[in-house]
């Protein structure tokens, strides 16, 4: 065989290809949750700390406030795919 038709074996299995999908609607799914996250539950965050932002919460100059953000993001993220997981295991049911 040659390297092209390996390469094309490779590259045009089912499993690549859904791969290739799901980094796709991975990269919308997470401009969906940022976009969540800084236009509702940020803000109300933003209430609950002692300068009024999240963004500018850096007490002893630690940017405390944008890593809770994105800690905030990825919990949103990891619960809404553990959500899809579990529902498509019951749909293979």
């Not at 094309?8 to 859904?18: E, Q, S």
């Not at 800084?38 to 007490?59: E, Q, R």
Request: net charge positive; no cysteine.
């Amino acid at each position: 065989m040659s390297l092209w038709s390996d390469f094309k074996a490779f590259a045009f299995k089912g499993n690549v290809l859904d791969l290739a999908v799901a980094i796709v609607i991975g990269a919308a799914f997470t401009k969906i949750v940022t976009t969540l996250a800084d236009a509702i539950i940020l803000p109300l965050f933003s209430k609950l700390v002692p300068t009024g932002s999240y963004a500018t919460w850096a007490p002893g100059g630690i940017k405390v406030g944008l890593l809770l953000a994105a800690i905030i993001e990825f919990f949103i993220i990891a619960f809404a795919l553990f959500l899809a997981v579990s529902w498509l295991k019951r749909r293979m049911k």
